[in-house]
């Protein structure tokens, strides 16, 4: 496929690029140090690569890992990509840290979507992103208007902004910005 200038090949086994991943790769910025989490065939990634972003890509998959990296130097770019169950394997701050969370509250199904019925995975992410985020930097977030992320986010120390939402019939994808609350001062929402 071609996208963003660029061309993207899908991988068997790997979760294709779809509306979420679109969502997040043309309204996500980046600035100082960047990781992507669950990149996927490394869509989101190349894109902001492509922009000048300092980016690095991690996924629980092999099989995403290598497809994230060939379509990378498809299109005559690097990307520091490499295996790790959310921050298992990540070392280190980063300024911006993107995941397009597998947001369907369902358990036993595919992992690339499946995120457990209690949206364990996003709850595990929210946990740790908070280890590897400067105090000044941001998160952005995929998530489905399914559950109740609101309450995920200030349980977990957060601000959010809604970046953008898309509707369809049966749900809306939106793509949140985090940062993290004040010490001593309420998480909020901003619009």
């Keep these: 496929m071609e996208y963003c200038g ?12 779809s509306d979420d991943s679109f969502l ?3 309204n996500a910025t980046c600035s100082g140090r960047s990781i992507e989490i669950g990149c996927g065939t490394g869509i989101v990634s190349i894109c902001l690569l492509k922009r000048g972003c300092e980016i690095e890509a991690v996924d629980i998959s092999d099989l995403a890992v290598e497809c994230a ?28 840290i993107l995941f397009n969370a597998p947001y369907l509250p369902v358990s ?21 992103a908070k280890l590897h985020l400067n105090p000044s930097g941001c998160v952005y977030l995929v998530l489905t208007d ?11 120390g957060y601000e959010y ?13 939106i793509l949140y910005r985090l ?5 001593g001062s309420p998480p909020h929402h901003q619009s």
């Design 6 to 17: 660029l061309h993207i090949e899908e991988c068997d086994g790997v979760y294709p690029p």
């Design 24 to 26: 997040l790769a043309e």
């Design 69 to 96: 990296r060939a379509n990378a130097l498809r299109n005559g770019l690097h990307l520091n990509v490499h295996h790790s169950d959310l921050f298992s394997d990540v070392h280190g701050k980063f300024d911006t």
């Design 108 to 128: 036993g199904e595919d992992i690339s979507w499946s995120g457990g019925e209690k949206l364990e995975v996003v709850s595990r992410f929210l946990h740790q």
């Design 146 to 156: 399914l559950t109740d992320n609101e309450a995920m986010f200030m349980d977990n």
């Design 161 to 173: 902004t809604v970046v953008k939402k898309i509707v369809f019939d049966f749900e809306a994808i």
């Design 179 to 183: 940062t993290l609350s004040n010490a």
